[in-house]
Structures are given as C-alpha cells and as structure tokens.
C-alpha cells in the first residue's frame, strides 16, 4: 500500500483535480484506491459526485478516532473509494492543537486498512496541521505547479515543510514528482515556466504534462473523474500517462518495499 500525498499550498494550482484524475487512473490499471478528501472545502468529494457529505467522515477519523471503515464510502467508480470531506472541517486545524500525538491522526487511522493499493490524499491549501498529517501519513508527495508567472512561488518553503516532517516526523517520505498542469501550448509564457520548473528541479519534474482543458473543468460538476466523464479526452490521457510514470518512479524507488507488498 502506498500513501501519496497531492500537495501545494497555493490554491488552484490542480491539487484536487490530479487527486482524483490519478486516483481513476490507477483504478483503470486494476488497482483499489482510496481518495482521502482532507480540504474542508471538500472539492474531492463533492468532484466525485458526493453533493451533501454524510458527516463525521474525516472529520470523525481524524479528530474522533472513530474506525476508518466508518469513514470510507463507495463512489460512482467502482474500486474507487473516497472519505469524504465536509463543513465540520472548517474548524479542524484548530481543533487538532491541544489533540495528544496532532502529527499523527491520520497516519494512526491509515493504519488500519489494508484494503487499498493506492491511497490518494488531497490536501486543503496551507502548510497546517492537516497537511503535516497527510506528510506524516505519505511515503511520497506530489506537487502540482500551474505553469504561470508565479510558479516557483512558495515552492521553497513547501519543500522546507517536507524536509522538517521528514526530519521529525516520517523519515520515509519523499518527494515522488512535481506535475506541471494547465499547460496551454498557444502561450509562451506556459513554455517559459516549464523551462524554469525543469531547470531549478531537473530530475523531479514529470514528463507528463497536464493542459489546460476545458473537459477536465467540467468533469467535476457532473461528478465524474476524466477517465469517465470522457476517456478519450486530451485530460485523461495526460493523466493516465501521469499515473503510468507515477507507477513507475515508485517501482524505481522502493524496489524492496513494493517486493513485499506482492508477497
Ligand atoms: N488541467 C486543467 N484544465 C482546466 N481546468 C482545470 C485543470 N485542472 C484543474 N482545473 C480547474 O481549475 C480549478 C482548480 O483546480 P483544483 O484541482 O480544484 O485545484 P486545487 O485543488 O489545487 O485548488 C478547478 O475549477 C478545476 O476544475
Ligand atoms: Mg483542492
């Protein structure tokens, strides 16, 4: 089982929508995942069709220590799994501060199931006490960088935050990719960044590259991931190709771990 985390603190960046899209791709190549909506603005849940989150889902694995398989319901997808976020977050980073072991919430209720190939965790965007807890729950993160003017920003002290919970809190946590999205090929500035991206992290930035596409906007309202709402598109074929190299840079870095899992 593996725990990637989709993180970046700046919001809009394709967090979510990678998340999810990732999440259907793997499920194609007949693996079980698991999608953990950890943004109280619940954009993963209600992007898989979940319009009203029954409540106590991660906010009663996280905070309430309630079973996990209390928290986890069926999506549309089948093999696809989701613990759906909702409005009883918008006051956990809070709430989680006087908790005994905060870092360590959603590693521990994690810990419990061994249902998944895959575990997804989308992360809200800030650098509190519920992304440290997917970082101390991870072995590898993901990082979605828009390819606009802004870019590099924020990249450093997310980095910084990754390198303390690695220090600290999880020493096996790496950093698998960064995912550049909404590509527009017309626009040169697109083409610039990729350069800068490519050049200040060379070997982390993935080959697939994610456009902007209007069907990957729409997909969420009809609360499908891409590789449903529509697989031939130009959006999902990025993003299988995006799970396929994920899939392999995993393989290349924990050759022993994953031959433990087959066993
Ligand atoms: N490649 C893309 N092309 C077009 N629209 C996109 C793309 N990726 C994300 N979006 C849209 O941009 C907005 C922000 O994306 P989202 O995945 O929710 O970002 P985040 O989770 O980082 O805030 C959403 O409305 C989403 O549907
Ligand atoms: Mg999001």
Do not use: W
């Not at 190549?29 to 953990?36: A, F, N, P």
């Not at 979605?144 to 003017?149: G, H, R």
């Not at 220090?167 to 999205?181: D, F, M, Q």
Request: aromatic content about 4%.
């Amino acid at each position: 089982m593996t725990v990637l985390v989709v993180s970046n603190q700046k919001g809009g960046v394709g967090k979510t929508t990678t998340a999810i899209s990732v999440g259907a791709a793997l499920v194609e190549h007949g693996q079980r995942v698991l999608i953990v909506d950890l943004d109280p603005q619940a954009n993963a849940t209600s992007g898989l069709g979940i319009s009203k989150a029954p409540p106590n889902h991660i906010y009663g694995l996280i905070l309430k220590e309630q079973p996990i398989d209390d928290s986890i319901i069926a999506t549309a997808v089948p093999g696809l799994d989701l613990i759906p976020s909702g409005p009883d977050m918008a006051g956990a980073e809070v709430e989680l501060v006087p908790l005994m072991a905060r870092e360590y919430r959603l590693r521990q209720a994690l810990r419990a199931t061994h249902d998944y190939d895959t575990i997804l965790v989308d992360c809200p965007p800030s650098l509190g006490l519920l992304t440290i807890n997917a970082l101390t729950a991870g072995d590898a993160v993901v990082i979605p960088v828009q390819c606009e003017y802004y870019a590099l920003e924020g990249l450093a002290q997310l980095l910084a935050t990754i390198e303390a919970v690695r220090a600290r809190l999880n020493s096996r946590l790496e950093v698998l990719a960064i995912v550049l999205t909404m590509e527009d090929r017309r626009n040169r500035l697109s083409l610039q960044v990729i350069d800068e991206v490519r050049n200040h992290f060379p070997t982390l930035v993935a080959d697939a590259r994610i456009p902007r596409a209007v069907r990957l906007a729409e997909a969420p309202s009809h609360g499908l991931p891409i590789s449903v709402y529509d697989r031939r598109s130009a959006g999902a074929q990025a993003y299988d190709d995006l799970a396929r190299e994920l899939s392999a840079r995993l393989r290349a870095k924990a050759p022993i771990a994953l031959g433990g899992a087959i066993a």
